[in-house]
């Protein structure tokens, strides 16, 4: 077994957002400044050449974390640190984003499109090399060398996620941040893109953090999975010992939730209410209101994340007395 | 194979002609009309120096002898003054087609002027958010709380002051020019704002924020080509207006001099002569004026239609 070479470390990492009203309304209506801590204390790292995901559902911080990651947004506390890459200057990131038809700037070509990290970050020397390298870039995503000259207009939202993958590789990353890359994309597209994303990373070495909420797909892909409820990390484990054996009660709720294609009328326990507003976080572990298991202390102490049962780490005060 | 994809990319006139837009304007009747309308106003005002019969900048042309002509068709009218004479024996028709020229001129560079402030404030009041925003779109409130005609007469009076004697003529169009877009930078600059904040969100903004592109390329290059098609209405129906607000201020006589005439100055020199008879000193300028705006308008309504996907 090789030695543990992470890619990746984020240390103790929050970021708080001020969503006050403006100004002025605060002075008329004498209203406080509001606060909404989006991620809280979230430490990770993630192993080169593997693929490490965050599920949770929507608002609990998982875009915001990818965010913070590629420097998108800047950390409240906390660090974020790379590895080295090959040539051993640190790691590089970049992104791939929800939405094919936002992603991409519909006003120009997409060869210009997958020219402009080049072009930025000067990696080619002339013009020509450049466009060698978007034809290259292409046909590696699986698209004609010719499409350099089309517009986005021109293609489906599968072929536009294919154009941002091919974007984000222009600038040679080895750490790709994928924020929900394939949930606005049909089901057949979303598996060729999930296969595409794969072959990359065994060909290029690429190391991914995927940001998801469908949990079919992060099964698929990683190697890793991290579950996040209202801004933290609740349980870190590997993917199949999370699938098989989830220990904190909120990531047993959300396998619950997957469908089971076998069984399809199966009951499924009735669980109440929704997250709490980040806005206003409940006292104790965030989860208390809704878990099935809570004691007394579980509304008074925050639990740790702790090492439990495997490899994984759980946040929860009924696991941590097992 | 090579060929193939030669032909394969249409150049810019191609994809014009090409484009929904032009079928739309094909089909759209009064827009053809309204354009044809429009070049011929605009050819024969910029042709006004082979076309008509007179200079009117000539004084020494200027016979008195001639004054007060009627119209070629009515009695005591006399070749080639096709549409009669003024008090001082000026060609009506010579004087319309060079302050068509003088007042178009004035449109486009009042335009241009309103667009190049409007859209770089704009662009940064919309990307930086926050005090910058605050402070511009403050000022921008303030300039339209105010009547234009007062602002402008403001702005023109005061340069007047400041001008040297030598200057003022040279100087008045371009006074004239600074008080229009003085007043109208400001919805250039709130279009250009609003589609910014919604820009500068998407998707696309980031990825390239992610790679260092730095702010002043991000505005102009991924952003401002988004924000440019209610620009493009905007400009045109503020083409007519601003042809509108300087025969204003020409009439109301701080606008162009009696000697350097525009179209509104043609009109306030005639006014005085309406009820002495001489109606066709006024009556042709103003159908010109007419005609111009109305055709500019015309386009622009079709234009705003033709962009806005809900309508198509």
Same mark, same amino acid.
């Given at each position: 077994?090789?030695?543990?070479?992470?890619?990746?470390?984020?240390?103790?990492?929050?970021?708080?957002?001020?969503?006050?009203?403006?100004?002025?309304?605060?002075?008329?209506?004498?209203?406080?400044?509001?606060?909404?801590?989006?991620?809280?204390?979230?430490?990770?790292?993630?192993?080169?050449?593997?693929?490490?995901?965050?599920?949770?559902?929507?608002?609990?911080?998982?875009?915001?974390?990818?965010?913070?990651?590629?420097?998108?947004?800047?950390?409240?506390?906390?660090?974020?640190?790379?590895?080295?890459?090959?040539?051993?200057?640190?790691?590089?990131?970049?992104?791939?984003?929800?939405?094919?038809?936002?992603?991409?700037?519909?006003?120009?070509?997409?060869?210009?499109?997958?020219?402009?990290?080049?072009?930025?970050?000067?990696?080619?020397?002339?013009?020509?090399?450049?466009?060698?390298?978007?034809?290259?870039?292409?046909?590696?995503?699986?698209?004609?060398?010719?499409? $350099?000259?089309?517009?986005?207009?021109?293609?489906?939202?599968?072929?536009?996620?294919?154009?941002?993958?091919?974007?984000?590789?222009?600038?040679?990353?080895?750490?790709?941040?994928?924020?929900?890359?394939?949930?606005?994309?049909?089901?057949?597209?979303?598996?060729?893109?999930?296969?595409?994303?794969?072959?990359?990373?065994?060909?290029?070495?690429?190391?991914?953090?995927?940001?998801?909420?469908?949990?079919?797909?992060?099964?698929?892909?990683?190697?890793?999975?991290?579950?996040?409820?209202?801004?933290?990390?609740?349980?870190?484990?590997?993917?199949?010992?999370?699938?098989?054996?989830?220990?904190?009660?909120?990531?047993?709720?959300?396998? $619950?939730?997957?469908?089971?294609?076998?069984?399809?009328?199966?009951?499924?326990?009735?669980?109440?209410?929704?997250?709490?507003?980040?806005?206003?976080?409940?006292?104790?572990?965030?989860?208390?209101?809704?878990?099935?298991?809570?004691?007394?202390?579980?509304?008074?102490?925050?639990?740790?994340?702790?090492?439990?049962?495997?490899?994984?780490?759980?946040?929860?005060?009924?696991?941590?007395?097992? | 194979?090579?060929?193939?994809?030669?032909?394969?990319?249409?150049?810019?006139?191609?994809?014009?002609?090409?484009?929904?837009?032009?079928?739309?304007?094909?089909?759209?009747?009064?827009?053809?009309?309204?354009?044809?309308?429009?070049?011929?106003?605009?050819?024969?005002?910029?042709?006004?120096?082979?076309?008509?019969?007179?200079?009117?900048?000539?004084?020494?042309?200027?016979?008195?002898?001639?004054?007060?002509?009627?119209?070629?068709?009515?009695?005591?009218?006399?070749?080639?003054?096709?549409?009669?004479?003024?008090?001082?024996?000026?060609?009506?028709?010579?004087?319309?087609?060079?302050?068509?020229?003088?007042?178009? /001129?004035?449109? /486009?560079?009042?335009?241009?002027?309103?667009?190049?402030?409007?859209?770089?404030?704009?662009?940064?009041?919309?990307?930086?958010?926050?005090?910058?925003?605050?402070?511009?779109?403050?000022?921008?409130?303030?300039?339209?709380?105010?009547?234009?005609?007062?602002?402008?007469?403001?702005?023109?009076?005061?340069?007047?002051?400041?001008?040297?004697?030598?200057?003022?003529?040279?100087?008045?169009?371009?006074?004239?020019?600074?008080? /229009?877009?003085?007043?109208?930078?400001?919805?250039?600059?709130?279009?250009?704002?609003?589609?910014?904040?919604?820009?500068?969100?998407?998707?696309?903004?980031?990825?390239?924020?992610?790679?260092?592109?730095?702010?002043?390329?991000?505005?102009?290059?991924?952003?401002?080509?988004?924000?440019?098609?209610?620009?493009?209405?905007?400009?045109?129906?503020?083409?007519?207006?601003?042809?509108?607000?300087?025969?204003?201020?020409?009439?109301?006589?701080?606008?162009?001099?009696?000697?350097?005439?525009?179209?509104?100055?043609?009109?306030?020199?005639?006014?005085?002569?309406?009820?002495?008879?001489?109606?066709?000193?006024?009556?042709?300028?103003?159908?010109?004026?007419?005609?111009?705006?109305?055709?500019?308008?015309?386009?622009?309504?079709?234009?705003?239609?033709?962009?806005?996907?809900?309508?198509?």
């Amino acid at each position: 077994m090789t030695a543990y070479v992470p890619a990746l470390t984020v240390d103790g990492v929050s970021k708080v957002f001020d969503v006050s009203a403006p100004w002025l309304n605060r002075v008329i209506e004498r209203r406080p400044k509001l606060f909404v801590e989006a991620v809280s204390e979230v430490s990770f790292t993630v192993e080169k050449g593997t693929c490490f995901s965050i599920v949770g559902e929507s608002g609990c911080g998982k875009s915001t974390v990818a965010r913070l990651v590629t420097g998108l947004y800047k950390t409240t506390r906390g660090d974020i640190s790379f590895g080295t890459g090959a040539t051993g200057r640190p790691i590089r990131v970049q992104m791939i984003f929800q939405d094919p038809h936002s992603s991409v700037n519909p006003r120009w070509r997409v060869g210009d499109i997958i020219a402009e990290p080049i072009r930025e970050m000067k990696l080619r020397d002339t013009e020509k090399e450049t466009m060698a390298r978007v034809r290259e870039l292409l046909e590696t995503v699986g698209l004609g060398a010719d499409d $350099a000259q089309k517009f986005p207009h021109e293609f489906s939202g599968g072929q536009r996620q294919r154009i941002s993958i091919a974007r984000a590789l222009a600038s040679e990353p080895e750490l790709l941040v994928c924020d929900e890359p394939t949930s606005a994309l049909d089901v057949s597209v979303q598996a060729q893109i999930l296969n595409l994303m794969r072959r990359l990373q065994d060909e290029l070495g690429l190391t991914y953090l995927f940001i998801s909420h469908d949990l079919s797909v992060v099964r698929h892909m990683s190697d890793h999975i991290a579950v996040m409820y209202l801004g933290r990390i609740v349980e870190q484990a590997p993917v199949e010992q999370l699938f098989t054996a989830p220990q904190h009660p909120y990531s047993k709720l959300l396998l $619950a939730t997957i469908p089971d294609i076998q069984n399809p009328k199966r009951r499924v326990e009735a669980q109440t209410g929704e997250p709490p507003s980040p806005l206003n976080p409940p006292n104790g572990c965030a989860f208390h209101p809704r878990c099935p298991i809570a004691m007394e202390k579980c509304s008074k102490v925050m639990p740790e994340l702790l090492h439990a049962a495997g490899h994984a780490k759980v946040s929860c005060h009924a696991v941590a007395e097992v | 194979m090579t060929d193939q994809t030669d032909t394969k990319v249409p150049s810019r006139a191609e994809r014009f002609f090409d484009s929904d837009l032009w079928w739309s304007f094909k089909s759209h009747k009064s827009a053809v009309g309204a354009a044809i309308v429009l070049a011929l106003v605009i050819l024969t005002a910029f042709l006004a120096p082979l076309l008509s019969p007179q200079n009117p900048y000539d004084l020494a042309a200027l016979e008195l002898w001639n004054a007060e002509l009627p119209p070629i068709w009515m009695e005591g009218g006399q070749m080639p003054y096709l549409l009669g004479t003024d008090v001082q024996g000026r060609d009506i028709l010579s004087g319309i087609l060079y302050g068509t020229r003088i007042s178009i /001129i004035i449109g /486009i560079a009042s335009v241009a002027v309103s667009l190049v402030v409007g859209i770089g404030l704009g662009l940064m009041a919309g990307y930086y958010g926050g005090w910058i925003d605050n402070v511009l779109m403050r000022i921008g409130d303030v300039l339209l709380s105010i009547p234009i005609v007062l602002v402008a007469i403001l702005v023109s009076s005061v340069a007047q002051q400041f001008l040297s004697p030598a200057w003022r003529e040279a100087g008045v169009a371009a006074v004239l020019v600074m008080a /229009i877009a003085m007043y109208s930078w400001v919805q250039y600059a709130r279009v250009v704002r609003a589609q910014t904040m919604v820009e500068r969100r998407k998707e696309y903004v980031m990825a390239s924020r992610l790679v260092g592109t730095p702010a002043r390329r991000l505005m102009l290059k991924h952003i401002l080509p988004n924000t440019l098609t209610p620009i493009f209405v905007a400009a045109t129906l503020n083409f007519g207006l601003a042809i509108l607000i300087e025969a204003t201020l020409s009439f109301l006589g701080v606008g162009m001099p009696p000697n350097q005439p525009s179209l509104g100055t043609l009109i306030r020199v005639g006014n005085q002569y309406l009820f002495s008879g001489s109606w066709w000193i006024v009556l042709f300028p103003s159908i010109q004026l007419c005609i111009l705006v109305v055709a500019v308008n015309m386009l622009g309504d079709w234009l705003r239609d033709a962009l806005n996907p809900k309508l198509r």
